[in-house]
């Protein structure tokens, strides 16, 4: 049975699938008592109008016939009366309408019907208006294995979702992931940067290094140690020395600012949970119009939410990964990529078989299970890089 919020509307469906159709106007949208009886065993379906007076008539009847145990769906009507639509579209279309909402309440409600035929284009379609749907991380042969398209012409790269890269300690995993955000930010798309072991200075230093050519001991000390016009040796204070020998870098650097937002994490003080990040994350997502690219370094030092603080860290680490993943990677369409450390015992097994990396992550097998994409960082041994036509690690390697 369908409860029409008035006569007119209930005429009109009447008009339209014949003089039988169970269709009960309901005066002023008010349900008789003595009606519940012969709706017993019924589905009702309650059609009201799309205004505030209808949407109130429509909770309040749904509410009484829930209380009375009478099976009621809503039929999501939408514009102008039933009547308004007759009278513009004719009985064809109304007969078309109703059979889809009818669909909707009926199919729809445990399905995703409604999803799908309403909903999932619509988000293809924002999805292509997105600027940046990939963030590169600038090496073209693995951006084209992430992408999983190497014939792709738009390139490939890290897409929203989580993103795991791990390696043994000293590998580079900091370098590799400051490089990638810098590229980035460089291109201009927003890039969120956690660091839970480097401060901010230390990071921001390493890309003006790499700018200006300038060591890191200069940036450690605040002192820069050259040789004069003279060939005598001088110092001066590192931040004079950049403003007057390197503008053009300096000016670089803060180009570079603009989309690069570096934050120091502290697990011990409960700073820069998951929640933490997503507010930034939202920030910048506001900010440029577009998710930004996310990277934490590193999980196992990370802070848990405030309920999580106590607890092993297994259940710390499953917190965090499915936090990163369900609240940033999916809720924004952000990358998320995040470093993790590595077990000792599967080092060696690494290339002679890769699942014994994946086993590798460490305390908590959830990592891989919830990333998108796995990555291990290992460093390449003499013979290893002859074969690949490399130069010869060196002794930092």
């Not at 009478?70 to 009547?83: E, H, Y």
């Not at 190497?150 to 390696?167: Q, T």
């Not at 949970?273 to 910048?284: G, H």
């Not at 450390?341 to 078989?353: E, I």
Request: with cysteine; net charge negative; glycine share 10%.
């Amino acid at each position: 049975m369908i409860l029409a919020e008035g006569e007119l509307d209930a005429l009109s469906i009447l008009a339209t699938s014949g003089a039988d159709a169970p269709v009960v106007g309901l005066p002023g949208g008010n349900l008789k008592d003595t009606w519940a009886e012969q709706m017993k065993g019924l589905t009702v379906y309650v059609l009201m109008d799309d205004d505030a007076a209808g949407h109130k008539h429509r909770t309040r009847i749904l509410d009484e016939l829930a209380g009375l145990d009478i099976r009621a769906r809503a039929l999501d009507w939408t514009g102008d009366d039933v009547n308004a639509y007759l009278v513009a579209n004719g009985p064809d279309a109304l007969q078309e309408r109703l059979g889809q909402l009818l669909e909707d309440a009926d199919t729809g409600a445990v399905t995703d019907l409604v999803y799908v035929r309403d909903t999932f284009m619509d988000e293809l379609d924002a999805r292509a208006t997105r600027r940046n749907t990939v963030y590169p991380t600038g090496l073209a042969s693995f951006d084209a294995i992430l992408s999983g398209q190497p014939d792709d012409p738009s390139g490939g790269g890290f897409v929203a979702g989580l993103h795991i890269v791990g390696g043994v300690p000293g590998v580079g995993k900091t370098a590799w992931l400051l490089q990638v955000a810098t590229h980035n930010a460089r291109a201009g798309r927003p890039v969120l940067m956690v660091s839970y072991e480097q401060p901010k200075a230390e990071l921001w230093a390493r890309i003006m290094g790499s700018l200006t050519g300038v060591p890191s001991k200069a940036f450690k000390t605040g002192r820069w140690f050259y040789r004069d016009e003279h060939g005598q040796h001088a110092e001066m204070p590192t931040a004079e020395y950049l403003r007057r020998n390197k503008p053009t870098a300096l000016e670089a650097c803060r180009d570079l600012s603009r989309r690069l937002r570096i934050v120091e994490g502290n697990s011990d003080t409960g700073r820069w949970t998951v929640a933490s990040i997503k507010r930034v994350a939202e920030e910048l997502a506001d900010a440029y119009g577009e998710a930004p690219l996310v990277m934490v370094d590193y999980l196992q030092v990370a802070a848990p939410d405030e309920a999580y603080q106590k607890r092993e860290l297994r259940e710390q680490v499953k917190q965090i990964t499915y936090g990163l993943q369900s609240g940033i990677a999916r809720d924004l369409q952000a990358p998320v990529v995040l470093i993790s450390s590595l077990g000792r015992a599967s080092y060696a097994d690494w290339k002679d078989d890769p699942l014994n990396g994946l086993r590798a992550f460490k305390e908590a097998g959830e990592v891989e299970y919830s990333a998108y994409t796995a990555t291990l960082l290992y460093g390449l041994g003499e013979e290893e890089a002859k074969e690949n036509d490399l130069p010869a690690p060196g002794p930092f390697s």
